[in-house]
C-alpha cells in the first residue's frame, strides 16, 4: 500500500492522531532521545507485520516494546529477576532496554520467534506521550529501511519512509543518537548483547557485576548466533566503502593522503580541523556529541555520493564503546591500526 505520508507536530493535538492511526493498527514514525522508531501496537500481530514490511526487516530480528510505566513490565514479562527491577529503578525512563522472559500476550512476531522480550521505557516527551495516549504497548523498532544507518531527524525517517507508512511525528534531534543499551541477566549479572549510551561502567559503577556477549567488537565466526539477533546483519551503512583508522592525527593524516581518491572523504574530530588538509565531515569531539552525530553525518555520506570514508577512531570506553560498536558495523569490521 502506497500512502500519502504526513509529517506531524508534537503537538497535544497531533500526537493525538498519531495515536489514532496506532490504534487502528497503522504505523507510525516516533521520535525518542536515542533513535526515531517505527511505532505499531506490540499486541497486534498484523500491526506488527507493518512494521517489517515498512523496514524490509528480517523477520528472526526481534522489535523492542516501548511502555510508558514502569509497572507495565510485568503485563509483558514473567519470571523477573531482581536486577531487572533495580535497574528500572535506576535507569528507567532511559535508552536502556532489558531482555526478559515474555508473556504469552507478546505475540511470536513482535518477538521475531524468540520467547523473550526486550522492554524499554523511554524518557523522551513526545513519545511517552504519544505511547500513553495510544493505551498499549508499542512496538518500534529503528525507523530506517533495513540496513541503512539508524534516523536521528524527523527528515531521516521521511527520506526513508515517504510512501511506506502515513505519518511521521516529528519530535526534533534525537538528543543521544545512537539505539538503547540492550541486556539480559545471567547468573546475577548484568551481561550486555548491544552497546548503547547506558555503558557498562555505569551499571558497574551502580554496583552490578556486567559481561560482554560476543559480538560486540569482534565479528562474529560464520553461522555463530549472537545472543542479540540484530548484531549479525550489516548495518548502519552508508552507500560508502567505511574505514576506522586508529592513531594520532598526524598518523592520520598521513594515511589519507595516501589513499586519497576522488570521493574520498574522513570523517574526524571538530578539534582536526585546523591541521587537516582534506575533504572532511567533523563528527565531535566528546563521546556525547559523537553519538548524536553519527548517524547524520553516515546520511550526510551517501548525500554527498562518498566513495570511500575514513574515519578517525573514537574512544572506546563508556558510551564511545557502543559509538565503535555502530562504526565497526558499517566499516564491516575494517580497522587499519597506525
Ligand atoms: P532496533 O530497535 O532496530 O535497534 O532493533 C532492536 C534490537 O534489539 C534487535 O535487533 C536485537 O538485537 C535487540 N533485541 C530486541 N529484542 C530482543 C530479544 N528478545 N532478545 C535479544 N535481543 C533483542
Ligand atoms: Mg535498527
Known amino acids: 500500500m502506497e500512502y500519502n505520508t504526513v509529517l506531524l507536530t508534537r503537538s497535544e493535538e497531533d500526537v493525538k492522531k498519531a495515536a489514532d492511526i496506532i490504534k487502528n493498527g497503522g504505523v507510525v514514525g516516533m521520535p525518542t532521545e536515542t533513535v526515531y522508531g517505527l511505532a505499531a501496537n506490540a499486541l497486534d500481530p498484523k500491526a506488527v507485520e507493518k512494521i517489517f514490511q515498512a523496514k524490509g526487516r528480517p523477520m528472526d530480528n526481534p522489535l523492542i516494546v516501548h511502555i510508558a510505566d514502569k509497572a507495565d513490565m510485568e503485563k509483558l514479562a514473567e519470571d523477573i529477576p531482581d536486577a531487572a527491577y533495580k535497574l528500572a529503578e535506576k535507569f528507567w525512563p532511559g535508552p536502556l532496554t532489558m531482555v526478559l522472559k515474555k508473556k504469552s500476550i507478546v505475540p511470536d512476531v513482535t518477538s521475531g520467534g524468540l520467547d523473550t522480550v526486550g522492554i524499554r521505557l523511554p524518557v523522551h516527551h513526545t513519545a511517552r506521550e504519544l505511547i500513553s495516549e495510544c493505551g498499549v504497548p508499542v512496538a518500534a523498532p529503528s525507523a530506517n529501511l533495513s540496513g541503512s544507518p539508524s534516523p536521528t531527524a524527523a527528515e531521516h525517517v521521511m527520506n526513508d519512509m515517504k510512501g511506506r507508512i502515513p505519518a511521521?511525528?516529528?519530535?526534533?534531534?534525537?538528543?543521544?543518537?545512537?539505539?538503547?543499551?540492550?541486556?539480559?541477566?545471567?547468573?546475577?549479572?548484568?551481561?550486555?548483547?548491544?552497546?548503547?549510551?547506558?555503558?557498562?561502567?555505569?551499571?558497574?559503577?551502580?554496583?552490578?557485576?556486567?559481561?560482554?556477549?560476543?559480538?560486540?567488537?569482534?565479528?562474529?565466526?560464520?553461522?555463530?548466533?549472537?545472543?542479540?539477533?540484530?548484531?549479525?546483519?550489516?548495518?548502519?551503512?552508508?552507500?560508502?566503502?567505511?574505514?576506522?583508522?586508529?592513531?594520532?592525527?598526524?598518523?592520520?593524516?598521513?594515511?589519507?593522503?595516501?589513499?586519497?581518491?576522488?570521493?574520498?572523504?574522513?570523517?574526524?574530530?571538530?578539534?582536526?580541523?585546523?591541521?587537516?588538509?582534506?575533504?572532511?565531515?567533523?563528527?565531535?569531539?566528546?563521546?556525547?556529541?559523537?553519538?548524536?552525530?553519527?548517524?547524520?553525518?553516515?546520511?550526510?555520506?551517501?548525500?554527498?555520493?562518498?566513495?570511500?570514508?575514513?574515519?578517525?577512531?573514537?574512544?572506546?570506553?563508556?558510551?564511545?564503546?557502543?559509538?565503535?560498536?555502530?562504526?565497526?558495523?558499517?566499516?564491516?569490521?575494517?580497522?587499519?591500526?597506525?
Open 168 to 338: 511521521v511525528v516529528d519530535g526534533g534531534m534525537c538528543p543521544v543518537g545512537i539505539e538503547s543499551t540492550v541486556v539480559c541477566f545471567e547468573d546475577g549479572a548484568v551481561k550486555i548483547l548491544r552497546p548503547g549510551f547506558i555503558s557498562g561502567e555505569d551499571f558497574t559503577r551502580a554496583g552490578f557485576q556486567v559481561v560482554y556477549a560476543k559480538g560486540i567488537t569482534e565479528e562474529l565466526d560464520a553461522g555463530e548466533k549472537p545472543l542479540s539477533p540484530g548484531m549479525k546483519y550489516k548495518h548502519y551503512s552508508p552507500k560508502a566503502n567505511v574505514t576506522i583508522v586508529s592513531g594520532t592525527l598526524e598518523q592520520f593524516t598521513a594515511y589519507v593522503k595516501e589513499h586519497n581518491g576522488k570521493n574520498t572523504y574522513s570523517m574526524i574530530f571538530d578539534d582536526d580541523i585546523l591541521s587537516f588538509p582534506y575533504r572532511y565531515m567533523t563528527y565531535g569531539n566528546t563521546v556525547q556529541e559523537q553519538a548524536r552525530m553519527l548517524f547524520h553525518v553516515l546520511r550526510e555520506m551517501d548525500i554527498v555520493g562518498a566513495e570511500q570514508v575514513f574515519v578517525r577512531c573514537p574512544v572506546t570506553v563508556g558510551a564511545g564503546l557502543a559509538v565503535y560498536n555502530r562504526l565497526l558495523r558499517a566499516a564491516a569490521f575494517e580497522v587499519v591500526r597506525l
